[in-house]
């Protein structure tokens, strides 16, 4: 049973368009949520994050929704830029733990 | 500053060998966290520790899987008896506290090879 679900596994955005990435979450116990992007070869790199006491965070570019109610999160990045071209991966955790569960990620493309 | 190191960055092996993988965490991070990631999936936790102790294990798929941290620094994942099923990327993750919302951060992974 996945308890983080990325239901797009890819997405195609021209440059300068918004890009916007959804991730669904089953656990009502998680609050703590997270955005990593990961090249080819590398690993994770961490994006964005936001308590659930709060139902947006932004961070230049970034910005991270939390709708609790409908269990689901997304990520908006505005401006896309073609460096952004990776796959993007949601990450859940209750912060009484300290495993995140992830999501099987969305691959992002953007045209220049 | 250096992030999370990991070696080797890609280990080929072969059936029913015994590797061992390391992570150099974050100076100065308490917490350390192994994931495994396969193709086409997100990371899944493996095992954590706080300090040189294993706190959660719950991860491990079975028990030829093993992890050491005794200094409270670098940490080895150790895999017996290799099954081609246990090809992956290894990753490894600190975080400078305990608990679900520290943020962790990954080192590169591990990339395994078992024919």
């Known amino acids: 049973d996945q308890q983080v679900k990325q239901n797009s596994p890819s997405l195609s955005v021209q440059e300068g368009r918004i890009s916007i990435l959804n991730c669904d979450y089953t656990n009502s116990m998680f609050d703590y949520f997270l955005w990593y992007k990961k090249y080819p070869a590398e690993g994770p790199t961490f994006l964005i994050s936001i308590s659930s006491i709060k139902d947006k965070n932004e961070d230049g570019r970034f910005t991270v929704f939390l709708n609790k109610s409908a269990k689901h999160l997304s990520l908006h990045i505005v401006p896309s830029q073609p460096g952004d071209s990776a796959v993007y991966f949601c990450?859940?955790?209750?912060?009484?733990?300290?495993?995140?569960?992830f999501g099987t990620g969305t691959r992002l493309k953007v045209l220049a | 500053g250096a992030g999370v190191s990991q070696t080797p960055s890609n280990k080929v092996t072969e059936k029913g060998k015994y590797v061992e993988l390391r992570c150099d965490p974050i100076s100065g991070h308490t917490a350390l966290y192994w994931y495994r990631q396969s193709l086409g999936q997100g990371p899944e936790f493996l095992i954590y520790?706080?300090?040189?102790?294993?706190?959660?294990d719950s991860g491990l798929p079975n028990d030829r899987f093993f992890a050491v941290r005794p200094e409270g620094s670098v940490s080895t994942l150790k895999i017996q008896r290799t099954e081609r099923g246990d090809s992956a990327v290894y990753l490894c993750a600190s975080s400078n506290i305990a608990g679900g919302s520290a943020t962790q951060y990954f080192g590169p992974g591990t990339r395994l090879t078992v024919l």
């Open positions: 990450a859940a955790s209750d912060s009484g733990t300290y495993k995140y569960i």
């Open positions: 520790f706080q300090g040189t102790g294993a706190a959660d």
